[in-house]
């Protein structure tokens, strides 16, 4: 599976941002768990949201009201709504994803990962 992600870019405190990963190269079942990490410098990457194929959703506690995860499982992309940023949202945000539910995964038993797409708020 691959996942290409995009939307990243540089945006003033209060602004938004919607991040787009495409999965793609996979064979069967779609993954099941996709999920949105970021990582600041300096710091550990850390989960921001997930989403399982049955629409269930989780998010830091950072970012709950602010932000929003969805599918397009038609066209197998998942986004990341951004809103009211702030300058400690900056980071490089990954997409994730996993053939098992989103509860029984940890961070480091995602299986497939992007590149990342650097965020920064200024």
């Known amino acids: 599976v691959q996942l290409v992600e995009s939307g990243g870019g540089s945006v003033q405190a209060g602004g938004s941002l919607r991040l787009s990963c495409a999965a793609r190269?996979?064979?069967?079942?779609?993954?099941?768990?996709m999920g949105w990490f970021r990582q600041a410098p300096g710091k550990e990457r850390e989960e921001v949201a997930t989403?399982?194929?049955?629409?269930?959703?989780s998010y830091a506690d950072s970012v709950k009201g602010l932000f929003t995860i969805s599918r397009d499982k038609a066209n197998d992309n998942t986004y990341l709504q951004m809103n009211a940023l702030k300058p400690t949202d900056t980071a490089m945000y990954y997409c994730?994803?996993?053939?098992?539910?989103?509860?029984?995964?940890?961070?480091?038993?995602?299986?497939?990962w992007g590149q990342g797409t650097q965020v920064t708020v200024s």
């Open positions: 190269g996979y064979t069967g079942h779609r993954p099941y768990c």
């Open positions: 994730a994803a996993d053939r098992y539910m989103c509860s029984m995964l940890t961070e480091a038993q995602f299986e497939y």
């Open positions: 989403i399982d194929d049955d629409g269930s959703a």
